[in-house]
């Protein structure tokens, strides 16, 4: 299966702290993303990573990915409070059970 | 608003009734997925449609019947449903070039309750 798994399964911090998620897969890929949920709602594209790129921004996000290791890393810089969801990487289509992220105002 | 837009939001139906799930994309996407989240397990790929075709079924019972009568268009009828079928179902759709995508796009869900 290609299935991510994240780790950990839930993270609380204060607003203003960065917040690391980290996400496993099993063979190869071809790119890999990561998506947020808000609570009972739809996942929400965040970034794409390609397998041949190491690292990617976006704003205050920031992706890395070690295909020797396959693992993905998702570091939010300076969180705030509306950044509470849960956090979910996929390749090829398959997702893992999320990291619950809880940003404490 | 995704661009992809599931009715209803909310449904409850007995063990004994039929009901369908309907997902429209207006993105010009070519592939539609229809997901299961139950709490505290992965997210489910249940049914894959690429160019209109069903081109994955994750051993889905056969009381979950897709149906894609059209690249915008998703449903997803249900029949004789269980307890356990209860959950959060996700539609989604992305452009696929040679079987691989780049971004999926979730509508809101439909948040089923099997009584």
């Known amino acids: 299966s290609q299935q991510g798994e994240e780790d950990p399964q839930a993270l609380s911090i204060q607003e203003g702290e960065n917040a690391t998620m980290n996400c496993s897969y099993k063979?190869?890929?071809?790119?890999l993303q990561w998506y947020r949920q808000n609570s009972g709602r739809g996942l929400v594209h965040l970034i794409l990573?390609?397998?041949?790129?190491r690292e990617k921004h976006s704003g205050r996000l920031r992706v890395t990915l070690d295909t020797s290791k396959k693992s993905s890393s998702l570091l939010i810089t300076a969180s705030r409070a509306a950044d509470t969801a849960s956090y979910f990487c996929?390749?090829?289509?398959?997702f893992g059970r999320g990291t619950s992220l809880i940003v404490h105002p | 608003e995704t661009g992809v837009t599931q009715t209803p939001r909310h449904l409850v139906m007995g063990m004994t009734n039929k009901k369908s799930l309907k997902c429209e994309q207006h993105?010009?996407?070519?592939?539609m997925y229809w997901y299961k989240q139950s709490a505290k397990k992965p997210l489910e790929l249940m049914f894959v449609?690429?160019?209109?075709?069903?081109?994955e079924n994750n051993s889905v019972p056969s009381r979950f019947s897709p149906e894609c009568p059209n690249s915008s268009h998703l449903f997803l009828h249900l029949h004789t449903l269980q307890p356990e079928d209860s959950a959060l179902y996700l539609c989604?759709?992305?452009?696929?070039?040679?079987?691989?995508?780049?971004?999926?796009?979730f509508g809101s869900g439909t948040r089923l309750t099997v009584v």
């Open positions: 989604a759709s992305s452009q696929e070039a040679q079987g691989i995508s780049y971004g999926y796009t």
């Open positions: 063979t190869s890929i071809n790119n």
């Open positions: 990573i390609r397998s041949n790129e």
């Open positions: 996929a390749t090829a289509g398959a």
């Open positions: 993105l010009g996407h070519n592939a």
């Open positions: 449609y690429s160019l209109e075709e069903r081109v």
